[in-house]
């Protein structure tokens, strides 16, 4: 009987013992400010706009069809995630005047997820914005500005060139 119990019972309970020691990985899902930041800072290009006037949407215009200056529709917004909320915008490839700065507005940007609204700088509008994210994943990021006055809103679609 002892025989028994050694080689059955022992190997079983130790068996049973290291087998209840693995830990689980559970997948991590970004938050929306991670997915706009990364762990560190992301850079983001505008790549389309979409106008929507009293229901009635335009076709999606790639930015580099408007008829706007491409020392603004080429600039780049990055998105830190520090404390602070950083958010810088620097020139493009195309530079409006060649003595300007790289980095020519220093702002801060605000998340809130309860209504998905991201307060923004754009360079092409030259303001901060109340903006409604339509959707923000790792690849792309859209969003909404609706007009106040009026039953009109912009939708703007960008597209991350670096993350870090």
């Keep these: 009987m002892r025989q028994f119990l050694r080689f059955l019972l022992i190997?079983?309970?130790v068996g049973w013992i290291l087998g209840g020691c693995s830990e689980k990985i559970e997948p991590v899902v970004p938050t929306y400010s991670q997915l706009l930041t990364g762990t560190e800072k992301?850079?983001?290009k505008m790549v389309s706009i979409q106008i929507?006037?009293?229901g009635n949407a335009s076709q999606v215009i790639p930015v580099n069809q408007l008829n706007a200056n491409p020392c603004i529709t080429d600039d780049l917004l990055t998105f830190y995630a520090d404390a602070e909320h950083k958010l810088e915008v620097s020139e493009g490839a195309t530079k409006c005047?060649?003595?300007?700065?790289d980095v020519y507005v220093t702002d801060t940007w605000t998340l809130?997820?309860?209504n998905a609204s991201l307060q923004f700088y754009?360079?092409?509008l030259n303001g901060v914005y109340p903006w409604k994210i339509k959707n923000?994943?790792?690849q792309t990021m859209t969003v909404e500005y609706y007009f106040p006055d009026i039953n009109a809103s912009y939708r703007f679609t960008?597209?991350?060139?670096t993350t870090k």
Excluded: Q
Excluded at 97 to 101: K, L, S
């Design 11 to 13: 190997p079983g309970v």
């Design 42 to 44: 992301k850079t983001w």
């Design 52 to 54: 929507i006037d009293d």
């Design 97 to 101: 005047n060649a003595g300007d700065p």
């Design 112 to 114: 809130v997820n309860a």
């Design 122 to 124: 754009i360079p092409l």
């Design 136 to 138: 923000l994943t790792a």
């Design 158 to 161: 960008f597209n991350p060139v």
